[in-house]
Each structure stands twice: as C-alpha cells, then as structure tokens.
C-alpha cells in the first residue's frame, strides 16, 4: 500500500471529486468521505434543505465544522472530497494550507456545465442562469483553489480513471 497522507480534493461542481474520490479510495485501500454527504448525514437533511432553511451562511458554518471534524479526527488518511465552495471561507483556506496533499482537480466552466445538468441537488444552480453562475464562481474561486493545492490535474479531456492515475503519480 502506498503510504502518503491525507488526500483532499477540491475543484468546482462537476470537476468528478466524488468519482475520482472513490478511484483513489479503492486503489489506496482507504476510506473516502464525501463533505456534502457527511454535512447532510449530520444535519438528518439534505443540502437543498439546509440552503433553505438555513441559507448558504448556515450551509457554509456546517461545511467548516465538517472540515474541521474531518482534520481533526483523522487517525488514518482518508480521501476527502470537498464542496465547490469550500475555499470561500479564509478558515477553511487556512486548514487546506496546512494539509500536505491538497489537489485541484480542474475543469472548464463548458464541462462543469454539462457535467452538471442533470443535477437538482446543487442549490446555487437553481438560482438565475446556470451557466452564468458556474462562469462567476470560476473567476472568483479559480485562484482560491489555486492558492490552497499542491497539485493540479486537469480533467476535462480524461477519463475518470485517468484523472485519479495522474493523482497517483503526483503522490
Ligand atoms: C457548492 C457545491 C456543492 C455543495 C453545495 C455548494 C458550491 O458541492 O457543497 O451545493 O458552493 O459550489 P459539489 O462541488 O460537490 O457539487
């Protein structure tokens, strides 16, 4: 078994964190954790629900929490997926920076798109224009991602099974 540390993985909605999350999980032989799910088994609600009830503020303070909880309990490396909005909160940029492994799995705002057209899950994309939210969060979290990785992989011409090869080699 490859010993390396902790993974974590961020990038926009539709970069493929939880798909590549789970290559990387079963060809390292270790757990994978997905934030949003571990926010909404917490929360005995799903992320729609908490944007409703809560706002994205709320949303935001359980997503830190989780964060915090998952760096902190962590006996073993895990892979982690992260949120797409994960950088958005300067704590939570502060913790990824001082994790050894943080990879920024990259894709254009055309393949987010359609790799997220058939999702009803995502709360910010029922607001307005799609496309036009994917292109206003890529300008501003493109550099936040940048800024907390220690590798990027770009996925937009690879297979799933590609993009958690090229992580591995930068293990
Ligand atoms: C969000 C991305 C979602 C989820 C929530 C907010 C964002 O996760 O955390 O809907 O702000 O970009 P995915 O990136 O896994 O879709």
Avoid: C
């Avoid at 009803?120 to 994309?125: H, T």
């Amino acid at each position: 078994m490859i010993n390396a540390p902790t993974i974590i993985l961020v990038g926009p909605m539709g970069a493929g964190k939880t798909t590549i999350g789970r290559l990387l999980s079963q060809q390292l032989d270790r757990e994978f954790f997905d934030s949003d799910r571990v926010i909404e088994e917490k929360a005995g609600a799903d992320i729609p629900w908490i944007f409703e009830k809560e706002g994205e503020e709320g949303f935001r303070r359980r997503e830190t929490q989780t964060l915090q909880s998952m760096l902190d309990e962590d006996q073993q490396p895990i892979v982690l997926a992260t949120g797409g909005g994960i950088v958005m909160k300067e704590e939570n940029r502060h913790m990824l920076k001082h994790q050894p492994l943080v990879v920024y799995l990259f894709a254009s705002v055309a393949q987010q798109l359609q790799r997220t057209s058939k999702s009803n899950n995502r709360p910010l994309l029922k607001q307005g224009n799609p496309k036009e939210t994917l292109n206003r969060l890529f300008s501003i979290r493109d550099p936040l991602y940048r800024d907390v990785a220690s590798v990027i992989v770009e996925t937009d011409s690879r297979h799933p099974k590609t993009v958690a090869n090229k992580v591995m080699d930068a293990i």
